[in-house]
């Protein structure tokens, strides 16, 4: 198995709009590359085709994955460093990427980049618990169109577990975006 490493990234359409969306992104294991696979079809995988360049953004504040998982994308962005899509204001760092190449697939296509650019802009405090379970939690609901109803309601009550025992403020507002959003569709 591949590290995937959990991030938020930012893309732009073609007319320059710029688009959030968490993304794990795959260590290359040949190329030394980050590899982005979105779904087929989505504005992510569009933004890819059209500019072929993204932003990272390593983040620890939850409500982003949450946020733009239940339509709340609002979040400051501050202009890239060497490529065009912006970054997080709240990014504790970004890498810069651009596409090399692409893997077609029907399902996931399979973006090659090489990063451009890597900054860091805040100290890293380290994870709770509910972090990790709102993580994973916006996981579940990015991918509720593929899991059974059971599967989905059984890891929310596991997750509940340690977001009761260890979350803060934003972790709780993170969680019930997440909750709410999961309602609205069962």
């Not at 946020?67 to 890239?80: A, V």
């Not at 980049?113 to 994870?127: D, N, R």
């Not at 709770?128 to 009550?157: F, K």
Request: charged share 25%.
């Amino acid at each position: 198995m591949p590290l995937i490493r959990e991030t938020v990234v930012t893309t732009l359409a073609a007319d320059g709009t710029p688009h959030l969306a968490p993304l794990g992104l795959i260590a290359g294991e040949e190329d030394g590359c980050w590899i982005a696979a979105p779904f087929h079809p989505s504005t992510t995988l569009a933004n890819l085709r059209a500019v072929p360049e993204l932003v990272a953004n390593y983040v620890d504040d939850v409500r982003i994955f949450a946020g733009c998982l239940t339509g709340r994308r609002d979040f400051p962005l501050l202009p890239g460093s060497r490529l065009r899509p912006p970054r997080l204001a709240a990014a504790l760092a970004h890498a810069e990427m651009r596409v090399v190449a692409v893997e077609e697939d029907e399902t996931r296509p399979r973006f090659h980049c090489e990063i451009v650019w890597e900054a860091s802009h805040a100290p890293f405090q380290g994870f709770n618990r509910a972090q990790a379970a709102v993580i994973e939690a916006a996981i579940l609901y990015s991918r509720r169109h593929l899991l059974a109803r059971e599967t989905i309601d059984a890891e929310m009550r596991r997750l509940a577990i340690p977001v009761a025992k260890t979350a803060g403020a934003e972790e709780l507002v993170a969680w019930e975006w997440l909750v709410g959003a999961f309602e609205t569709e069962f």
